[in-house]
């Protein structure tokens, strides 16, 4: 079978039966992709309750589609008493709000899925891990379900050894969408946007080559509106055998150098070297180079279901091997060690440049 099916044919497995889901939280997120996954994979889930903070917010969500409608703290108490038999929570709520009701989730001995990531900073994250048996509670990296990751992944070993990568994430990200508005929770102070943007690219690393660890960083503010900083420039090291080089380049404020291979507003251009030749891997397309740089296999087009994937691999929890790792509170830790070293390294002899934009 070739691998892109094989991949589908893995995620896509049935469920044995439908969980009784309640999704908590009505923002943008929740009710744009996580939403409709959970009604359109009707195997794994039966949707039935809507929590948000405000009654407004929760009932224009869920356009009123047979779910039982939960706001606010009485809401919330309602849904972690039982009384609606729910099976799993799947937490999407800003990030400043996500460990307070995972936790007290998973203290009422609810199963729990939660957007990523695990938390703000590894000690948060410390703490939810010690409250919870991490047998009842996922973590959904949907990056790590992306296609083309993957499908890389698989192809890794046609380079034979590795020997080096880079990683650009870079983008001139508008100051109009709403990930950027100053008000938002994305970029309040106790935001840490850094995190919530950055382990998406960390999972995609660390699908593709395994374990990877921050050498060195130089991070400088090109909007110092962005805070606490905007562009970073990593080394990193994959611990292949023998250990890869890489470099991670990081911007919101700088333009995309190559054409964009998927719709949304992040991607990663990786490239990955060997013995025996390149990988050029995008969220939308794979391209195996030989060592002259030809092309000798390519794939694109890809727009793979990836939140549904993940949230299918959380509904199978830990009766799917593989898959059920994916979303593991561990792997989730580790994406977020990467990002909170980028955050912290002693800045040592970093030179920080700022000016305006
Ligand atoms: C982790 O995040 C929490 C919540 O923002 C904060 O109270 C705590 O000080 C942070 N811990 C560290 C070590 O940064
Ligand atoms: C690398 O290329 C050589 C020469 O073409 C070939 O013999 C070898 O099998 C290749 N290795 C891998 C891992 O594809």
């Known amino acids: 079978m070739n691998p892109l099916r094989q991949i589908e044919s893995d995620h896509l497995a049935p469920c044995s039966r439908p969980l009784r889901v309640a999704l908590v ?199 110092p509106e962005l805070q606490p900083f905007d562009t970073f420039a990593a080394t990193l090291r994959a611990r292949t055998a023998p250990f890869a080089l890489g470099v991670w380049l990081f911007s919101l404020s700088v333009p995309k150098a190559t054409p964009r291979t998927i719709s949304g507003l992040s991607d990663l251009d990786l490239q990955i070297s060997g013995r025996n030749g390149t990988l050029v891997v995008s969220r939308g397309a794979v391209e195996l180079r030989d060592t002259d740089g030809r092309t000798r296999a390519a794939s694109r087009g890809f727009q793979g279901p990836s939140v549904a994937y993940a949230l299918r691999a959380a509904a199978r929890g830990g009766s799917f091997g593989a898959l059920a790792a994916a979303v593991a509170p561990l792997e989730a830790w580790k994406d977020l060690e990467l990002v909170e070293a980028v955050l912290q390294q002693d800045v040592g002899e970093d030179i920080r440049v700022t000016c305006a934009y």
């Open 25 to 223: 939280g009505a923002g943008a997120f929740a009710r744009k992709a996580h939403l409709p996954s959970l009604r359109e994979h009707a195997d794994c889930f039966e949707v039935v309750a809507l929590w948000s903070r405000t009654r407004a917010s929760a009932e224009a969500a869920a356009d009123a589609v047979g779910l039982a409608i939960l706001w606010g703290e009485d809401g919330w108490a309602d849904l972690l008493s039982g009384r609606l038999s729910v099976e799993l929570l799947d937490v999407v709520l800003p990030i400043q709000d996500q460990a307070r009701f995972v936790r007290q989730a998973l203290d009422a001995n609810l199963a729990v899925v939660s957007e990523k990531p695990i938390a703000r900073n590894t000690s948060e994250a410390q703490e939810l891990l010690r409250s919870a048996p991490s047998r009842g509670w996922w973590v959904a990296e949907n990056w790590r379900f992306e296609p083309a990751f993957l499908l890389a992944r698989a192809a890794l070993p046609a380079l034979g050894e590795v020997l080096s990568f880079s990683a650009s994430a870079q983008s001139l990200m508008p100051e109009d969408v709403p990930l950027m508005r100053p008000d938002g929770w994305r970029m309040a102070a106790d935001g840490n946007w850094i995190v919530d943007v950055g382990v998406h690219f960390v999972a995609a690393l660390r699908l593709v080559l395994g374990e990877v660890e921050l050498v060195h960083v130089v991070r400088q503010s090109l909007r």
